[in-house]
Structures are given as structure tokens and as C-alpha cells.
């Protein structure tokens, strides 16, 4: 009988071509016979289909049982739902309850609790799976409907049931919280893919160091590799990481992208440099691999500057103008654009709001002034000495978050910390006191100055979730900065993407202004947040970055953006200026004059007189 091969290919941050190597080397292990399942699991951003092209087979809503509503005609108002909901869904004013639905994480702690029955739970629909076949390759996806960012983990739970036999490519969501854990965490490999940008090095330490806080050791693969400096292989050297290949920094394989198409298939001299790559993906699969890191992770020190955020934290009184940059998906150029406005401004608030994978700080140097710990919620544990192994727990945990283990010859529940979301569940169920609930720390949060600035940023723990409420701190943050130093004009580097943490980045801000690239995917992503910026009535425009890859796909983007209601604001070359100005730790604009600066600065030019220099409404 074959092997069941899971391999996860992921990556610190997005663009660093991760699903352009997990359908090419789909395409090569299918033509060796192999029965071959391409998994998207990025179900925010799901693009592989764009190059596999898949006849489509099944499509069918995907569906959670989930409370929807309160039958107030049963309810009595006594407020145990509000009491114990450790999200803030539930609130109860002159003793009747309103649900908010969208704060809600289906827990089902508030059905256990309400002593009326009067919490309605109905099938709600999340996203939608798709099934189909790209050759004899399968491929199964999920879209998660806009406005669901914290159901993304459901929707990849739905995806992942479709691994059988053969190998099994899961296509990871970018970065390092509960998402891309959920992804990899029992893969039999992780293929960390990472370019050699400080930007790339910067996100692959953070992807090293979440596989093997949950016990995988990874391997690295090189894309856009070119002769920058010897950092990257240092780092890997330094961390004994194996790096099973790499594939140049070549412009025709990025005009293949952009085009939709397979590099094994339209570039021949490829294809054996992606055998070569797969052949040893599945070596290392069938292997068993220990973690080669001595050390855990330090925990985040927890002190006075703890700071619980909870869905109620309301900003504080000093708002300012604030301009969000974000993408469809990581790697268009985002943070890059971001460093380069703030050194055209030159005094401003500056935000850094893509905790899960932040790298504005590698251009603006930030001399940290003060900084703490964060917690966006709770964690669950259970006392093995208390426990006595009725499973109540574990019947009722609707997060898979309970363990069976043996303590002292005798059965007992244990929590998986990686899996909990601190929703309390199994305390409530549990007649014997054993379980108790810990203040969790996500994160980090830092106030800094800049050379352009005084800034708020932070760091999202590794394997850690609550990125959309570390994102709410640190534009809180920023609020309390603008008050100190008299500042009203803000710029926020938002995170990519269309879940939690770029709702949280783009709510209720001035303008929210999207970079994003001439590919096929580029496009389909572009659909996608402008989907969502639609949905919470944000002014914006669309910049299109290495506009020059494809010109039909810059033209099609503009017919979007028009088409959206959004305004189309310029068009920036193909310009490795920007990758050498990283490596200075300067902006664009400080590094270099060219054509690239100065549409950069025409377009800094065009937002900064819409946003800052017009009365707010």
C-alpha cells in the first residue's frame, strides 16, 4: 500500500514564492507516477488553482454549527452567557442579550451555560470547498468568505480532511500564528521557502523558530536566489539547516508567473531542477527527523507593561489621519512602499501593523523607548493530579485542544497549547475543579523613535494567535503617540492578506491604499481586498508594483480598481534598487533618484493631499 506523505510547504512571510514551488513541484511528482493531492490550506488567499487550472468537480459551501442569535422570548437576561464569553460576543443591557456574531468563535460556551435554551445555533457558512483534478493531480481548497477572518483554522481543518494516500502538498498560509500551525503542525515535512532579502532572512527566523517550538525540524528552499551576500547561508549554516535546492532569480520565470503558467512546463531547463528538489522532499518526508534546536524559545518576560486587550478596548482619546498600506498577499512591495512615504513625509506617526510577520523596522532602524508584554486572551490547563479521565473535556472542546495521556498509571486530559483558544469550555464542564484558566502572552508591543518618527510596532509570539487584537494595541498605540508628540498624521504598514489582522488594520481608518503586482495572482487576491475594504466602506486606491512584468495584467488591474470604485494611483517598475536599499536599511527614496522615486513620490504626492490636507468629514 503506498505511503500517506504530508509535506507542508510554507514561509515566513507571503511572495516568497511558496505556492509558485508547491504546484511546480506537484507537476513533477505527478509525471513520476506518484498519486499526487495538492492541498491549499491558504484558504484567505487560496492561488494555486491560477496555475494548476483544475477541472472543477465539486464546489460546496462550507459549514459550521454555530450560535447565530438569542430567542429573546426564552431569555431571562441573567447575563451567565455574557459572563462566560471570553470573546465579548454576548452583552446584556437592561437584561436583554445581544450576540455579535462576528466577534463570536463558536465555542459554544454559551449554549453550556444558559440555564433558558435560548441560544439559537443553525449551520453557518464560512467559505466554500473546492474540489478538482489538474491532470492526475488532486486539488482541494477553501475560500474563506470575506468578513470570517477568524474562522480561517476551521476552514483548514475542512481542507486538510481531504489527505489519503500519496503525497499530500499542503500549501500553508504565510507567517507564524494559529493558521499556518494549524497547517503544518502534524506534517511529515516543512519546506520553508525563503528569499535572501533582509526582509526574507527576517521572516525565515521566525518560521525556523515556530516549527520547532511545535516539533518540526524544516528545510529551507532558496527562490530568487542571486549573489546578494552570504547572510542566508550563514543563518542556515549557523542553525543546521539543510537547504534542498534553489531556483535563480530569473525574469522569465517571473513573467512565467505572472502569466499563470508552470515554470516545468513553459521552461524546460526547469524541470530538472524541480525533480531534482522533489526527489529530495520526499527522501526527507519518509524520514525521521528530530529537532536540532537545544533551547526553547524564551518566553515573553511578563511585567508591569502587561497590556490585555479584549474585543470592548476602545482607542484612546487622540485619533489622528490615518493612511493603511496593505496587499492582497505578502511580498508586492508593501512594507518597502510604506518606508519610502514615510521618508517623503519625513515627520510622522509611523505603525507597524503586520505583527505576524513584521520588517518595517529592518528599514527604519527603531530605537525602542518603552515595551511590554501582550495578551489577547487566556490558556487553558488542567491539573493531572485533579483530573479523573471522564473526557468532559474532551467531548466538548470544539478546537480539538484536548489530549488524552496517562499520569500516574491512570488516564487523564491534558491541554495541547498550540490547539487551545482559552474559551473556558472545559472548565465549565468539568465537575472536579481540575481545570484553570492562565492570562496568555501573544506577543510584544514597543513604542520607538525613528528618523521619521516616533512608532508603535510589535511581535507576535511564535505558534501564537490573537494577531488582530495585537494589531487593535498597536494602532492604540499609535493614538497615545500622536497625543504625546502633538502628531496627527499617520501612516500604518497593514498586514497582508484578508483575515483578522487586516480587518483589525484597516478598520475605521482614513484610507487604505493596496499594493499588489501584474500576476494571475495578484489579480484574484486584488478581487479579495477589495472585497473586504468594500465591506467596511474604506476610501482607497491601488498601486501596481513591477507593473512592467505584464502590461495586460496592469491593464486589467486598472479596469478593477475603476471598476471597484477605487482610484488607480500609479504604476512602479521591476527595480532591484529597492531589494539593495533593503540591504543599506534605507528607503528607495534615500538610496537612489530614479523613475521608481519618482513615481513613488507622485503617488505620496496625490494620497497625502487627499488624506492629510482635507478636513475629516
Given at each position: 500500500?503506498?505511503?500517506?506523505?504530508?509535506?507542508?510547504?510554507?514561509?515566513?512571510?507571503?511572495?516568497?514564492?511558496?505556492?509558485?514551488?508547491?504546484?511546480?513541484?506537484?507537476?513533477?511528482?505527478?509525471?513520476?507516477?506518484?498519486?499526487?493531492?495538492?492541498?491549499?490550506?491558504?484558504?484567505?488567499?487560496?492561488?494555486?488553482?491560477?496555475?494548476?487550472?483544475?477541472?472543477?468537480?465539486?464546489?460546496?459551501?462550507?459549514?459550521?454549527?454555530?450560535?447565530?442569535?438569542?430567542?429573546?422570548?426564552?431569555?431571562?437576561?441573567?447575563?451567565?452567557?455574557?459572563?462566560?464569553?471570553?470573546?465579548?460576543?454576548?452583552?446584556?443591557?437592561?437584561?436583554?442579550?445581544l450576540f455579535f456574531q462576528d466577534l463570536c468563535h463558536i465555542c459554544g460556551a454559551?449554549?453550556?451555560?444558559?440555564?433558558?435554551?435560548?441560544?439559537?445555533?443553525?449551520?453557518?457558512?464560512?467559505?466554500?470547498?473546492?474540489?478538482?483534478?489538474?491532470?492526475?493531480?488532486?486539488?482541494?481548497?477553501?475560500?474563506?468568505?470575506?468578513?470570517?477572518?477568524?474562522m480561517s483554522p476551521r476552514l483548514i481543518k475542512k481542507v486538510k480532511r481531504y489527505?489519503?494516500?500519496?503525497?499530500?502538498?499542503?500549501?500553508?498560509?504565510?507567517?507564524?500564528?494559529?493558521?499556518?500551525?494549524?497547517?503544518?503542525?502534524?506534517?511529515?515535512?516543512?519546506?520553508?521557502?525563503?528569499?535572501?532579502?533582509?526582509?526574507?532572512?527576517?521572516?525565515?527566523?521566525?518560521?525556523?523558530?515556530?516549527?520547532?517550538?511545535?516539533?518540526?525540524?524544516?528545510?529551507?528552499?532558496?527562490?530568487?536566489?542571486?549573489?546578494?551576500?552570504?547572510?542566508?547561508?550563514?543563518?542556515?549554516?549557523?542553525?543546521?539547516?539543510?537547504?534542498?535546492?534553489?531556483?535563480?532569480?530569473?525574469?522569465?520565470?517571473?513573467?512565467?508567473?505572472?502569466?499563470?503558467?508552470?515554470?516545468?512546463?513553459?521552461?524546460?531547463?526547469?524541470?530538472?531542477?524541480?525533480?531534482?528538489?522533489?526527489?529530495?522532499?520526499?527522501?526527507?518526508?519518509?524520514?525521521?527527523?528530530?529537532?536540532?534546536?537545544?533551547?526553547?524559545?524564551?518566553?515573553?518576560?511578563?511585567?508591569?507593561?502587561?497590556?490585555?486587550?479584549?474585543?470592548?478596548?476602545?482607542?484612546?482619546?487622540?485619533?489622528?489621519?490615518?493612511?493603511?498600506?496593505?496587499?492582497?498577499?505578502?511580498?508586492?512591495?508593501?512594507?518597502?512602499?510604506?518606508?519610502?512615504?514615510?521618508?517623503?513625509?519625513?515627520?510622522?506617526?509611523?505603525?507597524?501593523?503586520?505583527?505576524?510577520?513584521?520588517?518595517?523596522?529592518?528599514?527604519?532602524?527603531?530605537?525602542?523607548?518603552?515595551?511590554?508584554?501582550?495578551?489577547?486572551?487566556?490558556?487553558?490547563?488542567?491539573?493531572?493530579?485533579?483530573?479523573?479521565?471522564?473526557?468532559?473535556?474532551?467531548?466538548?472542546?470544539?478546537?480539538?485542544?484536548?489530549?488524552?495521556?496517562?499520569?500516574?498509571?491512570?488516564?487523564?486530559?491534558?491541554?495541547?497549547?498550540?490547539?487551545?483558544?482559552?474559551?473556558?469550555?472545559?472548565?465549565?464542564?468539568?465537575?472536579?475543579?481540575?481545570?484553570?484558566?492562565?492570562?496568555?502572552?501573544?506577543?510584544?508591543?514597543?513604542?520607538?523613535?525613528?528618523?521619521?518618527?516616533?512608532?508603535?510596532?510589535?511581535?507576535?509570539?511564535?505558534?501564537?494567535?490573537?494577531?488582530?487584537?495585537?494589531?487593535?494595541?498597536?494602532?492604540?498605540?499609535?493614538?497615545?503617540?500622536?497625543?504625546?508628540?502633538?502628531?496627527?498624521?499617520?501612516?500604518?504598514?497593514?498586514?497582508?492578506?484578508?483575515?483578522?489582522?487586516?480587518?483589525?488594520?484597516?478598520?475605521?481608518?482614513?484610507?487604505?491604499?493596496?499594493?499588489?503586482?501584474?500576476?494571475?495572482?495578484?489579480?484574484?487576491?486584488?478581487?479579495?481586498?477589495?472585497?473586504?475594504?468594500?465591506?467596511?466602506?474604506?476610501?482607497?486606491?491601488?498601486?501596481?508594483?513591477?507593473?512592467?512584468?505584464?502590461?495586460?495584467?496592469?491593464?486589467?488591474?486598472?479596469?478593477?480598481?475603476?471598476?471597484?470604485?477605487?482610484?488607480?494611483?500609479?504604476?512602479?517598475?521591476?527595480?532591484?534598487?529597492?531589494?539593495k536599499a533593503q540591504l543599506k536599511g534605507l528607503s528607495v527614496v534615500e538610496y537612489?533618484?530614479?523613475?521608481?522615486?519618482?513615481?513613488?513620490?507622485?503617488?505620496?504626492?496625490?494620497?497625502?493631499?487627499?488624506?492629510?490636507?482635507?478636513?475629516?468629514?
Open positions: 500500500m503506498e505511503e500517506k506523505l504530508k509535506i507542508a510547504i510554507s514561509s515566513g512571510k507571503g511572495g516568497t514564492g511558496k505556492t509558485f514551488i508547491a504546484t511546480n513541484v506537484a507537476r513533477v511528482l505527478e509525471r513520476t507516477g506518484r498519486c499526487v493531492r495538492y492541498l491549499d490550506c491558504d484558504v484567505e488567499e487560496p492561488n494555486g488553482h491560477l496555475f494548476l487550472k483544475p477541472g472543477i468537480n465539486q464546489k460546496e459551501d462550507a459549514v459550521v454549527f454555530s450560535p447565530v442569535g438569542i430567542d429573546n422570548e426564552k431569555c431571562n437576561g441573567c447575563g451567565k452567557c455574557e459572563e462566560n464569553c471570553m470573546y465579548n460576543a454576548i452583552s446584556v443591557i437592561n437584561g436583554k442579550a454559551c449554549t453550556l451555560v444558559c440555564p433558558e435554551n435560548a441560544i439559537i445555533e443553525k449551520n453557518r457558512v464560512i467559505g466554500t470547498m473546492v474540489c478538482g483534478t489538474s491532470g492526475k493531480i488532486q486539488v482541494h481548497y477553501g475560500l474563506l468568505k470575506t468578513g470570517e477572518g477568524g489527505i489519503d494516500t500519496g503525497v499530500n502538498l499542503l500549501d500553508s498560509p504565510p507567517g507564524t500564528s494559529c493558521p499556518v500551525v494549524e497547517t503544518i503542525s502534524d506534517a511529515d515535512l516543512c519546506v520553508l521557502v525563503a528569499d535572501p532579502t533582509p526582509f526574507g532572512i527576517n521572516d525565515l527566523k521566525l518560521s525556523v523558530d515556530m516549527c520547532r517550538e511545535i516539533g518540526i525540524e524544516p528545510v529551507v528552499l532558496i527562490n530568487r536566489a542571486e549573489d546578494l551576500n552570504s547572510d542566508l547561508s550563514d543563518y542556515c549554516s549557523k542553525e543546521g539547516l539543510e537547504i534542498i535546492g534553489s531556483v535563480a532569480d530569473d525574469r522569465a520565470v517571473a513573467e512565467c508567473y505572472s502569466a499563470g503558467n508552470l515554470a516545468v512546463d513553459k521552461l524546460p531547463e526547469y524541470a530538472d531542477v524541480f525533480a531534482q528538489m522533489a526527489d529530495r522532499i520526499i527522501e526527507l518526508a519518509k524520514q525521521d527527523r528530530p529537532v536540532k534546536a537545544e533551547k526553547k524559545i524564551p518566553k515573553i518576560r511578563v511585567d508591569k507593561n502587561l497590556v490585555q486587550v479584549g474585543a470592548k478596548n476602545t482607542p484612546p482619546d487622540h485619533s489622528s489621519r490615518e493612511i493603511v498600506v496593505i496587499s492582497g498577499k505578502g511580498g508586492t512591495g508593501k512594507t518597502s512602499i510604506a518606508a519610502a512615504f514615510c521618508a517623503l513625509e519625513e515627520k510622522l506617526l509611523i505603525a507597524d501593523c503586520d505583527v505576524d510577520a513584521a520588517d518595517l523596522h529592518l528599514v527604519l532602524s527603531p530605537q525602542v523607548v518603552e515595551q511590554g508584554a501582550f495578551s489577547g486572551g487566556y490558556m487553558a490547563k488542567i491539573d493531572s493530579d485533579a483530573c479523573v479521565g471522564c473526557g468532559e473535556c474532551f467531548e466538548h472542546c470544539r478546537f480539538d485542544a484536548i489530549k488524552q495521556v496517562e499520569h500516574n498509571n491512570n488516564t487523564v486530559y491534558q491541554v495541547d497549547e498550540v490547539s487551545c483558544e482559552g474559551c473556558g469550555v472545559c472548565r465549565i464542564v468539568c465537575e472536579y475543579e481540575a481545570v484553570s484558566l492562565d492570562v496568555c502572552v501573544n506577543g510584544e508591543w514597543f513604542l520607538s523613535e525613528t528618523r521619521f518618527g516616533p512608532m508603535s510596532h510589535a511581535k507576535l509570539g511564535v505558534a501564537e494567535e490573537n494577531s488582530g487584537k495585537l494589531v487593535t494595541l498597536v494602532r492604540n498605540k499609535k493614538d497615545e503617540l500622536a497625543g504625546k508628540h502633538g502628531l496627527q498624521r499617520a501612516l500604518i504598514d497593514g498586514s497582508p492578506g484578508t483575515g483578522c489582522p487586516v480587518i483589525a488594520s484597516i478598520t475605521g481608518t482614513d484610507y487604505a491604499l493596496v499594493v499588489t503586482e501584474p500576476t494571475v495572482s495578484g489579480v484574484h487576491d486584488l478581487y479579495r481586498v477589495l472585497d473586504v475594504i468594500k465591506f467596511f466602506n474604506i476610501k482607497s486606491g491601488v498601486i501596481v508594483n513591477k507593473y512592467d512584468l505584464n502590461h495586460e495584467k496592469t491593464n486589467e488591474i486598472i479596469g478593477i480598481t475603476q471598476e471597484a470604485g477605487s482610484e488607480f494611483l500609479g504604476a512602479i517598475p521591476y527595480d532591484k534598487s529597492i531589494t537612489t533618484d530614479n523613475e521608481t522615486t519618482a513615481t513613488i513620490n507622485d503617488i505620496w504626492e496625490k494620497i497625502s493631499h487627499s488624506v492629510y490636507e482635507t478636513e475629516k468629514a
